[in-house]
Structures are given as structure tokens and as C-alpha cells.
């Protein structure tokens, strides 16, 4: 087990350098918002949530949950848009939200200064795999590489900036141990 581990961490660590694939809103069907606010970056923080739904593990069903999941924002909570900058589902995607250069609606008195980051799935009673957590290291390191995310920035879970259980204790207690996760 402890070969297997150390041979992830090489993987994880070769993967960092590049993007991972990001599934545009035009390739997942994306409804237009109604109004975009611009995002000026590179911001503070990244705030990672959990979409507390079933997760996702193949591209067709992510895109199934995502356009879901902007349905629910615009019509429900009568958003502009889907509330998350990004979105991921456990079949390693990345998928675009907000996109990083427009404010997201995912964490009060936060979103003007942040860039939100959903994992599709509920954290809470399961573990994120190893597929979407590789694609959420990467996302990262490619919002700073990119300065989106200042050098410095701090990563946060939605319960350290809101009174909720978000992104889920298995997802939380993941993050609590990267670099720039700070309390």
C-alpha cells in the first residue's frame, strides 16, 4: 500500500504543472446567465464546497448533474447563474461554472474576493476518489500558475466562512491538509 501511495504523490505532483481538461459551459449546455458581474484577479481565496447531491461518474452524467444544478440556482434561488466558478465531478472533469473571471454566488461576503469550486457529490457520507481529487489539485495550481489565485492565497472550506457543514467531513478533512489550506 505505502508503494502504491508514494507512486500517487509522484503522479499527483506531475499532473500540478499542467490544466486539467475544463468542459466549457458551451460543451455542457449551459443556459445564458442573466447578468455577469466581473471578477478582478487574482483573488484571496478558493472556497471549495460539496453539491450534496449524488455523485457523478462519467462526463454525461456530470453534465446531466451540472445543467441540474444551474436549473436549481436560477429557478429556485433566482441567481443569474450557477452559483460555482468551477464544478467537478468524480470522472476527473473539470466543468465550467462562472468560469474564473466573473463573481460567483456560492459563499456570502465572500464572492467578490474568491473563486468557488464545487465537488459534485456528498462528501458528508463518502469519500471524493482519487480522480476528483487529482483534477481539484490541478484546477488549483492552474488558477495560480495562470493569477487568478494570488501566490499567497488561502484555501478554505465553505464551513470555515459560513455556518454550514459544506464540503462535507471526508472532503474537509482532505483539504485541511494541502499547502494553502488555512483556517
Not at 453539491?51 to 444551474?70: F, N
Not at 452559483?83 to 456570502?108: C, M, P, Q, W
Not at 464545487?118 to 471524493?128: A, D, K, L, W
Request: glycine residues 6%; hydrophobic residues 25%.
Amino acid at each position: 500500500m505505502q508503494g502504491w501511495r508514494k507512486s500517487f504523490q509522484i503522479k499527483l505532483c506531475q499532473h500540478q504543472q499542467s490544466c486539467p481538461k475544463i468542459i466549457t459551459r458551451k460543451e455542457w449546455g449551459a443556459l445564458k446567465p442573466k447578468a455577469r458581474t466581473p471578477l478582478s484577479t487574482p483573488v484571496k481565496y478558493a472556497v471549495i464546497h460539496h453539491s450534496d447531491t449524488p455523485k457523478c461518474h462519467s462526463k454525461m452524467k456530470c453534465i446531466e448533474r451540472v445543467r441540474s444544478i444551474q436549473e436549481y440556482h436560477m429557478h429556485h434561488n433566482h441567481w443569474s447563474d450557477i452559483g460555482y466558478n468551477f464544478l467537478i465531478g468524480s470522472d476527473g472533469n473539470v466543468y465550467e461554472g462562472r468560469g474564473s473571471d466573473t463573481v460567483g454566488a456560492h459563499t456570502k461576503f465572500y464572492n467578490s474576493q474568491s473563486i468557488g469550486i464545487c465537488v459534485i457529490g456528498n462528501y458528508s457520507s463518502s469519500r471524493p476518489n482519487w480522480p476528483s481529487l487529482i483534477a481539484l489539485k490541478r484546477l488549483l495550481s492552474c488558477l495560480k500558475n495562470n493569477k487568478k489565485l494570488k501566490n499567497d492565497y488561502s484555501l478554505k472550506g465553505h464551513r470555515d466562512l459560513s455556518p454550514t457543514k459544506c464540503p462535507g467531513k471526508y472532503l474537509y478533512n482532505n483539504i485541511t491538509h494541502w499547502p494553502h489550506y488555512k483556517y
